[in-house]
């Protein structure tokens, strides 16, 4: 099996069925995974920030740093593979937002990475089937292009899937 690995602000699609896409690590990241179950395409952008105007330089080399540009390019990737350019019938599943070392809720990144990507994603008329986001503890995530599953697993826990 080919594994695509997205590290922070990185993002990627693939529509080939002998394919993974995974991201490590998600503390206060969101990994936001859009699946075409009509052309059997993945994608996923691993957002470390809600808005890009904190850092626009940043933009140029990891757009999908921030929820704001990585959810628009990863749908722009999409659609190179046929998918719907504007997210029309796309699943979309989130993972992450934690308070990893924020126990306090002081800079509350995990809460205001989730809200962001849900506010750019509610302005495409998505919302996620499914997500498995907030807690304490960080979660890396694959995803199987062949069958659309989403596996989660955190050190110290069996694997589950959302």
Same mark, same amino acid.
């Given at each position: 099996?080919?594994?695509?690995?997205?590290?922070?602000?990185?993002?990627?699609?693939?529509?080939?069925?002998?394919?993974?896409?995974?991201?490590?690590?998600?503390?206060s990241c969101?990994?936001?995974? %859009? /699946?075409?179950? &009509?052309?059997?395409?993945? !994608?996923?952008?691993?957002?470390?920030?809600? @808005?890009?105007?904190?850092?626009?330089?940043?933009?140029?080399?990891?757009?999908?740093?921030?929820?704001?540009?990585?959810?628009?390019?990863?749908?722009?990737?999409?659609?190179?593979?046929?998918?719907?350019?504007?997210?029309?019938?796309?699943?979309?599943?989130?993972?992450?937002?934690?308070?990893?070392?924020?126990?306090?809720?002081?800079?509350?990144?995990?809460?205001?990475? %989730? /809200?962001?990507? &849900?506010?750019?994603?509610? !302005?495409?008329?998505?919302?996620?089937?499914? @997500?498995?986001?907030?807690?304490?503890?960080?979660?890396?995530?694959?995803?199987?292009?062949?069958?659309?599953e989403v596996?989660?697993?955190?050190?110290?826990?069996?694997?589950?899937?959302?």
């Amino acid at each position: 099996m080919n594994t695509m690995v997205l590290g922070v602000g990185d993002l990627g699609a693939c529509n080939s069925q002998d394919s993974e896409i995974k991201t490590y690590a998600l503390g206060s990241c969101v990994a936001v995974i %859009l /699946l075409d179950p &009509k052309t059997r395409t993945v !994608g996923m952008v691993h957002v470390a920030l809600p @808005e890009s105007k904190i850092n626009p330089a940043k933009v140029k080399e990891r757009p999908g740093y921030f929820a704001d540009t990585g959810i628009p390019i990863l749908l722009q990737e999409m659609a190179k593979l046929g998918c719907q350019s504007q997210g029309k019938g796309l699943v979309v599943k989130l993972a992450g937002g934690a308070a990893i070392m924020d126990h306090n809720d002081t800079f509350n990144i995990g809460k205001r990475n %989730l /809200l962001a990507i &849900k506010k750019i994603l509610w !302005g495409y008329s998505m919302g996620p089937r499914s @997500e498995d986001v907030g807690g304490t503890f960080s979660r890396t995530v694959s995803v199987s292009v062949k069958t659309g599953e989403v596996i989660l697993s955190s050190p110290g826990r069996p694997n589950w899937k959302i």
